[in-house]
């Protein structure tokens, strides 16, 4: 029996998958420090859990991890880092929950490694309320827009209605419920009707537990794995579904924006974005690194630790004011750096700064660095 009810206590979220996005994860499998042994659940429980929302989960969000999976199965990591840090997560009902993920999390924040074990999926995120979102990228990045129209749009609302889709309910159903049934009972508890002609495909999903939701997160929730949203046929009585790509052309009741008003939002983001670039560095700058790896394929490791740090390598056959020398010499000598990233390495470090770090990488590799803020320049030994 689905049960909506007023409660902060939840749980994790699983989907089944349909049509899975698999990706071959290529990065070396890498054996780290962690602080933190992920347990998962069993597949069907649905334990209380009281997730984090509001400031105490942006502080979370920003609170440092240490964590190392091995060929750990997504969902079940998932679920159980969700669990352990409270905080809630949603898998995309088309994303393969069997998929095996490589991660080494030296001193990344909470943030930073959800977004990492996205990366390694090849999926994008997306926050709906206190909930992250895990699924195809094309949807995440939509996501954020679509929510927002729908929410401006119960804005403008008479405030009777405002208040009642307003409402926040945490939402629970049990193993092999089906999403057009926990839709009905999304309908019911807040009085509103689905167009009958609307007709999800067959699924049967694990059993969830939601934190509260608002009406329009819930319904995102459950139809985004569809790549569906709403569009109301009476406001705040009944509703239809409607594909993603047609959700800015919805009952668009904000101003449409003029091209000045884009010009201004353009500018005003890149102020924004340049601190947030800058904040990357000094992050970098700070960052104490404990890794260790044996016998790991360089070329993996620099990708994994790309995703891992932020960190963008790029390999170039001398530094620029070399390229001349390097290009003489080039004819009588083919092994350019790209040659020289299938070696394995090994090392152990402890507490060491970035650029020790990448010392002791490269170190008996026949390949030099050179970083730039979050540039890392590669180009061999002379």
């Known amino acids: 029996m689905l049960r909506n009810r007023n409660t902060h206590a939840l749980?994790?979220?699983?989907?089944?998958?349909?049509?899975?996005?698999?990706?071959?994860f290529r990065a070396a499998?890498?054996?780290?420090?962690?602080?933190?042994?992920?347990?998962?659940?069993?597949?069907?429980?649905?334990?209380?859990?009281?997730?984090?929302?509001?400031?105490?989960?942006?502080?979370?969000?920003?609170?440092?991890?240490?964590?190392?999976?091995?060929?750990?199965?997504?969902?079940?990591?998932?679920?159980?880092?969700?669990?352990?840090?409270?905080?809630?997560?949603?898998l995309d009902r088309r994303v393969d929950p069997h998929q095996r993920i490589d991660i080494a999390a030296a001193n990344l924040s909470v943030g930073e490694l959800l977004k990492t074990i996205a990366a390694e999926a090849d999926l994008g995120q997306a926050w709906i309320g206190p909930v992250l979102y895990f699924g195809p990228r094309d949807t995440a990045r939509q996501l954020p827009e679509v929510l927002d129209r729908r929410r401006r749009e119960v804005a403008n609302l008479?405030?009777?209605?405002?208040?009642?889709?307003?409402?926040?309910?945490?939402?629970?159903?049990?193993?092999?419920?089906?999403?057009?049934?926990?839709?009905?009972?999304?309908?019911?508890?807040?009085?509103?009707?689905?167009?009958?002609?609307?007709?999800?495909?067959?699924?049967?999903?694990?059993?969830?537990?939601?934190?509260?939701?608002?009406?329009?997160?819930?319904?995102?929730?459950?139809?985004s794995g569809f790549d569906l949203t709403f569009q109301w046929e009476e406001p705040a009585r009944s509703y239809r579904l409607i594909p993603f790509p047609a959700a800015a052309e919805s009952n668009d009741v904000a101003r449409p924006a003029t091209e000045p008003d884009r010009r201004a939002d353009a500018a005003a983001s890149e102020e924004p974005e340049?601190?947030?670039?800058?904040?990357?560095?000094?992050?970098?700058?700070?960052?104490?690194?404990?890794?260790?790896?044996?016998?790991?394929?360089l070329e993996s490791l620099l990708a994994h630790l790309e995703r891992q740090l932020g960190l963008q390598f790029e390999m170039a056959e001398a530094h620029d004011g070399e390229r001349g020398d390097a290009r003489?010499?080039?004819?009588?000598?083919?092994d350019g750096p790209d040659s020289l990233l299938s070696q394995r390495v090994t090392l152990e470090v402890s507490e060491a700064t970035v650029d020790e770090f990448l010392s002791q990488l490269f170190a008996n590799t026949g390949l030099r660095f050179r970083r730039e803020g979050l540039r890392v320049h590669v180009s061999r030994e002379r």
């Open 158 to 223: 008479a405030a009777p209605q405002r208040r009642l889709l307003g409402r926040r309910s945490a939402l629970t159903w049990p193993r092999l419920t089906t999403p057009t049934d926990v839709l009905r009972e999304v309908n019911a508890a807040y009085d509103v009707r689905l167009d009958d002609s609307a007709v999800l495909p067959h699924d049967l999903w694990d059993a969830t537990e939601l934190p509260p939701l608002s009406f329009v997160e819930q319904v995102t929730l459950v139809t």
């Open 29 to 90: 499998t890498v054996v780290a420090v962690a602080v933190f042994a992920w347990c998962g659940l069993a597949a069907n429980a649905v334990d209380a859990t009281d997730w984090l929302r509001g400031p105490a989960l942006r502080t979370r969000l920003e609170s440092p991890i240490h964590l190392t999976w091995n060929r750990r199965e997504l969902k079940e990591g998932l679920v159980g880092i969700s669990k352990q840090l409270r905080v809630a997560v949603f």
């Open 11 to 24: 749980s994790r979220v699983e989907s089944r998958p349909h049509g899975p996005l698999r990706r071959p």
């Open 328 to 334: 003489a010499d080039s004819a009588g000598d083919q």
């Open 274 to 297: 340049a601190a947030r670039r800058d904040q990357r560095v000094a992050d970098i700058e700070r960052r104490r690194i404990t890794l260790r790896v044996a016998e790991a394929r």
